[in-house]
């Protein structure tokens, strides 16, 4: 009788202790789960803080190419014809017998200057970037480019466009600016075609030039490579993709894909 009341409570601390060692396993296991679950959370803030940095540094440094876009082109447009204007305006007071036609000229002149300023001013306003869409926002620049001789810039927009996040069309617009910029200061090119194609799931942007082309990896590896460098990482922040081919004589396509826009 003592034998079989030992075995039962043998088996009584032996169910206890499986007990409790379930139990325990089972604390720890819920203990691990919100741990790694408490890790996800951290590692999800500390991915939207790079990312939020990461767009914050970005929009920084579009601001200042932009910033010194204009200066070159208030140096070389602007700067120029307000120059001529002030020299006619001078040879007019040398020459008060001047033909009142004099007038029409110096006020032609300095309208031209006040329409480029006008259009700087229009590329450059964040607010007015964001007010538009994508394919306004394009052919405005189109145009601004066109009226200044410089090149002939071509666009053609396939698909619907979709609405786009304001800060995400900022940046995808200073990209495409960065690469007109870019046409217009190394190229030499006659024309420049802009093709924005919205597809199911992505955004297809091509900025094709038949200019002087160039070796990609060559000017990627210099210090004045780095407006291309901008643009494959701008379309990284978008979660997107940019490629860049060129050869000497053939050109320069740029191409940038951002998914689900």
């Known amino acids: 009788?003592?034998?079989?009341?030992?075995?039962?409570?043998?088996?009584?601390?032996?169910?206890?202790?499986?007990?409790?060692?379930?139990?325990?396993l089972f604390l720890i296991m819920i203990w691990a789960y919100n741990n790694r679950k408490q890790q996800v959370e951290v590692e999800k803030m500390q991915m939207k803080h790079d990312f939020d940095r990461q767009l914050l540094q970005s929009t920084l440094e579009i601001q200042e190419e932009t910033f010194n876009n204009i200066s070159q082109e208030l140096h070389d447009h602007v700067g120029q014809l307000l120059s001529l204007a002030k020299v006619q305006l001078h040879i007019m007071e040398q020459r008060a017998e001047q033909a009142p036609g004099s007038l029409k000229e110096v006020k032609d002149t300095i309208g031209q200057a006040m329409t480029i300023l006008r259009d700087i001013a229009k590329g450059l306003s964040t607010e007015r970037v964001q007010l538009f869409s994508l394919a306004?926002?394009?052919?405005?620049?189109?145009?601004?480019?066109?009226?200044?001789?410089?090149?002939?810039?071509?666009?053609?927009?396939?698909?619907?466009?979709?609405?786009?996040?304001?800060?995400?069309?900022?940046?995808?617009?200073?990209?495409?600016?960065?690469?007109?910029?870019?046409?217009?200061?190394?190229?030499?090119?006659?024309?420049?075609?802009?093709?924005?194609?919205?597809?199911?799931?992505?955004?297809?942007?091509?900025i094709c030039d038949n200019g002087i082309g160039f070796?990609?990896?060559?000017v990627l590896g210099r210090k004045n490579g780095?407006?291309?460098?901008?643009?494959?990482?701008?379309?990284?922040?978008?979660?997107?993709?940019?490629?860049?081919?060129?050869?000497?004589?053939?050109?320069?396509?740029?191409?940038?894909?951002?998914?689900?826009?």
């Not at 034998?3 to 169910?15: G, H, R, S």
């Not at 070796?215 to 060559?218: C, I």
């Open 215 to 218: 070796n990609v990896e060559e």
């Open 136 to 206: 306004g926002n394009i052919d405005q620049e189109a145009e601004r480019i066109n009226r200044s001789g410089a090149t002939r810039v071509v666009f053609h927009l396939e698909g619907t466009e979709r609405p786009m996040e304001a800060q995400g069309k900022l940046i995808l617009f200073r990209i495409i600016q960065e690469a007109l910029q870019n046409v217009l200061k190394h190229a030499a090119a006659a024309e420049v075609i802009i093709t924005c194609e919205y597809m199911t799931d992505r955004l297809y942007v091509s």
């Open 226 to 261: 780095l407006g291309l460098q901008h643009i494959t990482s701008r379309a990284a922040v978008l979660g997107g993709l940019a490629n860049i081919t060129s050869s000497a004589g053939k050109g320069t396509i740029i191409t940038i894909t951002i998914p689900n826009v």
């Open 1 to 24: 009788m003592q034998d079989a009341n030992k075995q039962i409570i043998i088996i009584i601390i032996a169910v206890i202790a499986v007990l409790l060692f379930l139990g325990i």
